[in-house]
Antibody, heavy 127, light 112 residues
């Protein structure tokens, strides 16, 4: 059973970098079938897909256009976890941040099906 | 403003059926069979209920079903139960030249 455990600060100052980690148990961040996702949710913007990382003989990343210039998602194979960094944050980046895995069944994975999810981390951007 | 349009709220009585719509465009919902639905109770992470338009993950009751027609996807919940009261959000692949995923704004389901 795959479980995702998030950690990171809940308060970040404007213009600084938001950093979160997602520890994976029951699977490998280097999975050759699934991708690992970051999603955020705020009352004003709803759910918002931020990006993903995945391994297919080498590492790949895809990022949402809205945050592409500010986001980095990195795998850490030594700790079996993934991280999220979002630079130059503003109060608009205040949200609950979730990591998730693509849902896989029968050897294939769903492009927009995400399961399981981490427990979520509420990040407030404020001075 | 979310990329996919959902009604703000729907309601139904126990035992009844309700349908939640999710309207996109020919660049997302209408272009791909990669629509998913999520259930979210207050203070909890979203839970995957439907993926690839109509497939159910293991453990999801068959009271939940999904479909798509043109640019509109739908989630139908039959035999409503009190525990179905939650927010439901749709999600679609929207990539043309880059990988992109979009969500709907969410629908509050009230079980009367």
């Amino acid at each position: 059973q795959v479980q995702l455990q998030q950690s990171g600060p809940g308060l970040v100052k404007p213009s600084q970098t938001l950093s979160l980690t997602c520890a994976i148990s029951g699977d490998s961040v280097s999975s050759s079938t699934a991708a690992w996702i970051w999603i955020r949710q705020s009352p004003s913007r709803g759910l918002e897909w931020l990006g993903r990382t995945y391994y297919r003989s080498k590492w790949y990343n895809d990022y949402a256009v809205s945050v592409k210039s500010r986001i980095t998602i990195n795998p850490d194979t030594s700790k079996n976890q993934l991280s999220l960094q979002l630079d130059s944050v503003t109060p608009e980046d205040t949200a609950a941040y979730y990591c998730a895995k693509e849902y896989c069944s029968g050897g294939s994975c769903a492009r927009t099906g995400f399961d399981p999810w981490g427990q979520g981390t509420l990040v407030i951007v404020s001075s | 403003q979310s990329a996919l349009t959902q009604p703000r709220s729907v309601s139904g009585s126990p035992g009844q059926s309700v349908t939640i719509s999710c309207t996109g465009t020919s660049s997302d919902v209408g272009a791909y069979n990669y629509v998913s639905w999520y259930q979210q109770h207050p203070g909890k992470a979203p839970k995957l209920m439907i993926y690839d338009v109509s497939k159910r993950p293991s453990g999801v009751p068959d009271r939940f079903s999904g479909s798509k027609s043109g640019n509109t996807a739908s989630l139908t919940i039959s035999g409503l139960q009190a525990e179905d009261e939650a927010d439901y959000s749709c999600c679609s692949y929207a990539g043309t030249y880059t990988f992109e995923v979009v969500f709907g704004g969410g629908t509050k389901l009230t079980v009367l």
